[in-house]
């Protein structure tokens, strides 16, 4: 059984966050106070019981089969490494150079810490590194709230934008950062701001807006860095040792995958054109999974219930309570 409501929207699956850098939308007098260091998360992730096992025998397997022969070795490490922070921090935006620089000591030795040990791996460079993700994106995004909340931007100055920051340095310190982070949500405003002024509906007439539309766009993207923590937040340790495999994996060759088992499933289901479940496409925002359409002559389809854009809320197995399934990721919903 599943609980849905009407929504009047589809929505599109959120992708990564990208950083925007513009300047001076907010005063001068407007900054926060100094830099501090991160507060830990009231729940430090650690490796799972078969963790150390598991990533022993991918790294094993990836040096005996792969096609390119190539042992772990402390250059392999730095690609591993490399890979590891970018598929956590794409946009260079969370990560300071500090935090780099500190985790630099695992740079050239993951190999040791992977298959150094009889049969298990030391996953501690795995969680250290992410457990210092997550500090940072809670700073992040509670530097974000707190703009959001003052409100009064100003598009005033000579304002430039950075969109491709896959090559940029590292912000060197919290402040940096949070000026970086000014920027992107100055830009993700100003974008929302002219999206309602010159929509094609208005029949390209610019529509000045009034102080409640102005309130609507910051209470959206409100809900839109909730759900990015939450989601972040979310994570366990089979998220964690997805992530880090993934890019031992991808050390080897952009095209090799750590496939966990949920991940094997689904790619197994979609290598042999299969489906399960209720027959719909499903996506997510701000924590809500939504039915993106129906696969005809699914159950979905057939049992005529369900439409696109419907928001699932709960789900329930026969004879049994619904379970909550607002902020839960997609891959535990199905």
Not at 48 to 61: F, K, M, N, V
Not at 77 to 103: C, H, I, M, T, W
Not at 200 to 229: C, F, M, Q
Not at 270 to 299: D, H, K, R, W
Request: hydrophobic content about 35%.
């Amino acid at each position: 059984m599943i609980m849905c409501r009407r929504n009047i929207e589809i929505y599109l699956l959120p992708v990564l966050l990208c950083v925007l850098a513009i300047t001076g939308c907010l005063t001068a007098q407007e900054k926060s106070q100094p830099a501090t260091a991160p507060t830990p998360p009231a729940t430090v992730l650690t490796p799972g019981p078969g963790d150390g096992s598991i990533a022993y025998w991918t790294a094993r397997l990836l040096e005996e089969i792969h096609y390119s022969q190539q042992p772990l070795d402390s250059e392999m490490s730095k690609k591993f490494f490399d890979g590891y922070l970018e598929a956590l921090d794409p946009g260079r935006e969370n990560f300071l150079q500090s935090d780099v620089d500190e985790f630099a000591r695992y740079r050239t030795n993951l190999d040791l810490f992977t298959t150094g040990g009889h049969e298990q791996s030391n996953l501690a460079p795995a969680f250290d590194i992410f457990q210092r993700y997550l500090e940072r994106f809670e700073q992040h995004a509670a530097y974000a709230e707190e703009l959001l909340s003052r409100g009064n931007f100003k598009f005033t100055g000579d304002d430039r934008i950075v969109v491709d920051r896959r090559h940029a340095p590292y912000p060197k310190d919290l402040d940096a950062a949070k000026e970086l982070w000014r920027g992107q949500v100055c830009y993700q405003y100003l974008t929302d701001k002219l999206g309602l002024e010159i929509s094609p509906t208005n029949e390209d007439v610019i529509v000045p807006l009034t102080k409640s539309n102005l309130t609507g766009i910051t209470g959206e993207l409100e809900r839109h860095y909730n759900w990015l923590l939450r989601k972040a937040t979310n994570s366990d340790s089979a998220d964690v040792l997805q992530i880090y495999l993934d890019a031992l994996a991808h050390a080897y060759d952009p095209h090799s995958d750590y496939l966990n088992t949920a991940h094997a499933q689904q790619f197994s289901i979609e290598m042999s054109l299969g489906l399960f479940g209720i027959g719909a496409q499903l996506g997510e925002t701000n924590g809500y999974c939504i039915i993106g359409s129906l696969v005809p002559g699914g159950p979905a389809a057939k049992s005529k219930l369900l439409t696109a854009g419907d928001e699932i809320i709960a789900v329930a197995q026969t004879n049994k309570p619904p379970v909550d399934v607002v902020d839960m990721e997609i891959g535990k919903v199905v």
